[in-house]
């Protein structure tokens, strides 16, 4: 099982992508047509909380990450991710979200001659408390723990490390526009004693706009910092998405393309990202 994209099909992705961005936009009016008929407020808020990663809704969104010219070799790396995100009311005030990252790795050797690698990555989720209710400045906070798992299936795939920390988000929502932050810190804690400790934070500041259409056009960071090498991974991901239904059913199909502008020596020079989020809403 792999999920990787050959040097020679690049050029293929890049069209296949073209391609669907194009049927999102094209889709994006009949889509505001049903919509509109089976309920357009509901759609609309269906679009808010989307935009939202600790409303109270359950996702399940899966998505593929495609990396390349990593390292010597220019070689591609695919993560094949899963990410329930599940919210539980604790009173009337109060919700935990947790969030669930779940990837499948699949990474061409950086160096020539070197073998690939495919497996069950580590595993990263987090505890998000959330007061119901946005502040009197319309601000949505969230705060709690984040927890690493070494459940890779690949000693090269993974840190054989145990690790935790504390997250948080900060986000507004007004007119369509979505901002905010989210971040976190996690330090190795238990685990292999033949496996260095790691200390690495994760900013992500990100930007949205939902059209009267469904469609969301954003633009993020993905930065993570590595404290004991004093090294930023900074890619800058543009992304474009469109809510429909299927039947009953509400679907977020996301196409996405970054590029990396800073990281270590060998690090990826850009990348694409295909999303399908299977929204749950009570």
Same mark, same amino acid.
């Given at each position: ?17 073209? *391609? ?10 009949? *889509? ?207 992304? *474009? ?9 509400? *679907? ?31």
């Amino acid at each position: 099982m792999t999920f990787s994209f050959s040097t020679q099909t690049r050029q293929g992705a890049m069209l296949r992508g073209a *391609v669907l961005i194009l049927g999102l936009a094209l889709a994006s009016s009949t *889509v505001h047509a049903q919509q509109a008929a089976e309920g357009g407020d509901k759609a609309a808020e269906l679009a808010k909380k989307l935009a939202n990663p600790v409303a109270s809704l359950i996702s399940v969104p899966i998505k593929l990450d495609w990396d390349t010219g990593i390292g010597s070799a220019g070689a591609d790396r695919s993560v094949f991710i899963i990410q329930p995100v599940i919210p539980f009311s604790i009173g009337k005030d109060w919700n935990l979200i947790t969030r669930t990252i779940i990837p499948y790795i699949s990474a061409q050797s950086p160096v020539a001659g070197g073998s690939k690698e495919s497996g069950l990555g580590d595993t990263n989720q987090s505890f998000f408390f959330s007061p119901k209710a946005p502040t009197s400045g319309g601000w949505i906070w969230a705060v709690g723990p984040v927890m690493y798992y070494p459940t890779a299936s690949n000693d090269v795939l993974g840190t054989k490390k145990w690790g935790g920390g504390p997250t948080a988000l900060m986000l507004k929502q007004s007119h369509g526009w979505t901002y905010g932050i989210l971040a976190n810190q996690i330090w190795s804690f238990a685990g292999a004693s033949d496996r260095a400790d790691f200390s690495t934070a994760f900013v992500q500041p990100f930007l949205s706009f939902t059209t009267k259409t469904y469609t969301t056009f954003g633009v993020n960071t993905e930065s993570t910092y590595d404290w004991n090498n004093h090294q930023w991974t900074v890619p800058i991901n543009l992304t *474009v998405g469109q809510l429909v239904r299927f039947g009953k059913q509400p *679907v977020s199909f996301t196409l996405g393309a970054r590029s990396y502008v800073a990281g270590p020596t060998g690090k990826p020079d850009w990348g694409l990202r295909f999303a399908v989020t299977l929204l749950f809403p009570k």
